[in-house]
């Protein structure tokens, strides 16, 4: 499985971006997936999940309200659509599947994807 995020770039803080990540190889349909986030000096953080199935969510406080996720399972995507944008979002943005369950961690995902830069200036 290999998945490939884009839709990354530079915003004015207030802004909206919306990243999308595809995955090839199988379909991810069974799959929990998620985005996490790493900032210059941090570590990675964990920003939002979504079950398989779609039905199911869990934010980070730190974007809750501000952030959406979705998927497409007919299009093995998920989609982040990011609004009111903070320079505090600016980070390499990561997408990542695992089977089963949508984890609220970044250490459970064990299917990783090259980030995708997102900066918000302010």
């Known amino acids: 499985v290999q998945l490939q995020a884009s839709g990354g770039g530079l915003v004015p803080a207030g802004g909206s971006l919306r990243l999308s990540c595809t995955a090839s190889?199988?379909?991810?349909?069974?799959?929990?997936m998620g985005w996490s986030r790493q900032a210059p000096g941090k570590e990675r953080e964990f920003v939002v999940a979504?079950?398989?199935?779609?039905?199911?969510?869990n934010y980070a406080d730190s974007v809750r309200g501000r952030f959406t996720i979705s998927r497409d399972n007919s299009k093995n995507t998920i989609y982040l659509q990011m609004n009111s944008l903070k320079p505090e979002d600016t980070a390499v943005y990561y997408c990542?599947?695992?089977?089963?369950?949508?984890?609220?961690?970044?250490?459970?995902?064990?299917?990783w994807g090259p980030g995708t830069q997102v900066t918000v200036s302010s």
């Open positions: 990542a599947a695992r089977p089963g369950w949508a984890a609220d961690s970044a250490r459970f995902y064990n299917i």
């Open positions: 190889g199988r379909t991810l349909n069974t799959y929990g």
């Open positions: 979504i079950s398989g199935s779609g039905s199911s969510t």
